[in-house]
């Protein structure tokens, strides 16, 4: 269905008028061939970007020179972007950008490709064309470079990373037996990558629906410690028992829970590894809550862990419990006290998930209403009240508040 939706059948009608052609290029191609679903569509075309551009703007098309340096113009159709890049070949590179020249042949832009199955191309018509042996490939799920692989990899480190993503991905079996080779060779190479690629990468790798495969193979290799040398030597054994936790209390894989499973709860190392890897703010601060977060007992209270929430926030909690939960999962036991423990960490986990920070019914408008001059001492009382509504889980209402209120700036006063 997706081969056939007007937009794609309107960039096809434009590009492939006139002696143009296009044809769609790499992950949409895999994904239609092994049958998973196909998000973005990439289209690799031996019309030059100005021709792109001159058709679309004939057609009324808007266009976006989203990448001009290396060929690339995106049309958008309908609200839908399409990444329309004239076919290139490699004139250079130094390991971390090649330099590229515009081709009209297919076979040289595939050959400039990482691995087989990313560069697989369909015409209008749906024919597959097939210049690297990835047909074969997609069926028998091997990962592979195109041509040498050691070659490949030195063209640029981040293929290393790619190969093993793909493999978590797509792969089955044992990795490639050369690639796996090229990229162990190469790891002390990937410390000259920008941090953005290689979390980027990491991320997608986190994301696969079982990483601890591949994992394991970046263990083995030393490519896993050489991009996070804060994983613990155990740390991926952690990943089957998170993503079987995963699969039984249906929850969506999180690429950061995934990654404290293999950490140390170390909140120092965690911020050297955020700013390391350039992790966005809101990741950053995912992970130093789950640093900061002391474990919380099964036996937890409900209006205990309210307070606590509310202190603490939950994304922390969140995540902690879920790694305790993955890991009670994983033994497996089945006796009693390890059953009784798991629905105790489900109750807190579901109790988490619902929680609504309740809103402080003050602020420092009443306290100064109240008469309490400007200045540090609205604070003060303000978060005084705060406390102690809190601890008593938020019971008490604006009104009796405020008659609290009165009574503590009444107190405060010299009495004379
Ligand atoms: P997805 O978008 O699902 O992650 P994809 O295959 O589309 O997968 P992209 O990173 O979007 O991956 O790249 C698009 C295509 O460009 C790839 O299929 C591959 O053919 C080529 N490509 C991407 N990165 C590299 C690289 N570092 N070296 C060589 N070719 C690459
Ligand atoms: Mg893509």
């Not at 973005?40 to 808007?62: F, M, N, S």
């Not at 994992?215 to 030393?222: C, F, K, V």
């Not at 404290?260 to 965690?270: F, H, S």
Request: charged residues 30%; proline residues 6%.
């Amino acid at each position: 269905a997706w081969f056939q939706a007007p937009s794609l059948r309107r960039v096809f009608s434009v590009l492939n008028a006139e002696g143009g052609e296009a044809r769609i290029v790499g992950g949409a191609v895999r994904d239609a061939l092994i049958g998973r679903p196909v998000a973005d569509i990439d289209l690799a075309t031996t019309l030059t970007p100005d021709e792109v551009i001159a058709r679309a703007d004939a057609a009324g098309i808007k266009s976006v020179p989203t990448g001009l340096a290396h060929g690339t113009v995106t049309l958008v159709i309908d609200g839908k972007p399409f990444e329309v890049t004239t076919l290139r070949r490699d004139v250079t590179t130094d390991g971390r950008h090649a330099e590229v020249a515009f081709t009209t042949d297919w076979e040289e832009d595939a050959r400039r490709r990482d691995l087989t199955i990313n560069a697989l191309y369909a015409d209008a018509e749906g024919r597959i064309y097939d210049h690297v042996g990835g047909l074969p490939d997609i069926e028998s799920r091997t990962i592979r470079f195109i041509g040498v692989a050691a070659e490949r990899v030195a063209e640029d480190y981040l293929r290393v990373l790619r190969f093993f993503r793909f493999f978590a991905w797509y792969g089955s079996g044992r990795p490639d037996a050369e690639g796996l080779k090229a990229c162990a060779r190469a790891r002390d190479h990937l410390a000259s990558l920008s941090a953005e690629r290689v979390w980027s990468e990491t991320k997608k790798l986190l994301t696969a629906p079982d990483p601890g495969r591949a994992l394991l193979w970046m263990r083995t290799s030393g490519v896993l410690t050489a991009i996070l040398p804060e994983s613990e030597k155990w740390g991926i054994d952690a990943i089957p028992g998170l993503v079987s936790a995963e699969d039984a209390f249906g929850w969506t894989p999180d690429p950061l829970l995934r990654l404290v499973a293999m950490l140390p709860p170390d909140a120092e190392r965690i911020a050297a590894l955020c700013q390391r890897l350039r992790l966005s703010k809101s990741e950053a601060a995912r992970l130093t809550r789950w640093a900061a977060c002391l474990p919380i007992p099964e036996k937890t209270a409900e209006a205990a862990l309210d307070r606590r929430l509310y202190r603490d926030g939950t994304d922390g909690a969140l995540m902690r419990l879920k790694l305790d939960l993955a890991l009670a999962h994983s033994k497996r036991e089945t006796e009693p006290e390890a059953l009784q423990r798991i629905a105790a960490l489900q109750r807190l986990l579901a109790r988490t998930e619902r929680f609504e920070k309740p809103r402080f019914p003050l602020t420092g408008a009443d306290v100064l209403a109240a008469g309490v001059p400007a200045g540090p001492a609205v604070g003060d009382i303000l978060s005084m009240l705060e406390e102690q509504w809190v601890a008593e889980n938020f019971a008490a209402d604006r009104k009796s508040l405020l008659t609290r209120l009165a009574t503590a700036v009444a107190d405060a006063k010299p009495s004379n």
